[in-house]
Nanobody
């Protein structure tokens, strides 16, 4: 499985960005992020069918994960961005989505894309 994330950039606080990640195969897909000096942490995930989504408390209500299996793409729409959202964002895939969410167990990682939110 090859994962390729894109869409990062610089945005002002309160703004929006949409990340995309091309991902083939029947996997649960998710996004993680790692801020400078911090461990990589779970952000959001979506089941292969797209029927179930999961979010960390810090992004719930502001971020939306979705996927288009016809295009082999998962998206992360990020609204109301805050400076504390600044991080490198990684796309991830796992055949057991609950392992990804509960134990950060990921089978495949993509290269990260940097999101910087200025105050």
């Amino acid at each position: 499985v090859q994962l390729q994330a894109s869409g990062g950039g610089l945005v002002q606080a309160g703004g929006s960005l949409r990340l995309s990640c091309s991902a083939s195969g029947r996997y649960g897909l998710g996004w993680f992020r790692q801020a400078p000096g911090k461990e990589r942490g779970f952000v959001a995930a979506i089941s292969w069918s797209g029927s179930t989504t999961y979010y960390s408390d810090s992004v719930k209500g502001r971020f939306t994960i979705s996927r288009d299996n016809a295009r082999n793409t998962v998206y992360l729409q990020m609204n109301s961005l805050k400076p504390e959202d600044t991080a490198v964002y990684y796309c991830a895939a796992s055949s057991i989505i609950r392992n990804m969410i509960e134990r950060n167990e990921v089978e495949y990682w993509g290269k990260g894309t940097l999101v910087t939110v200025s105050s």
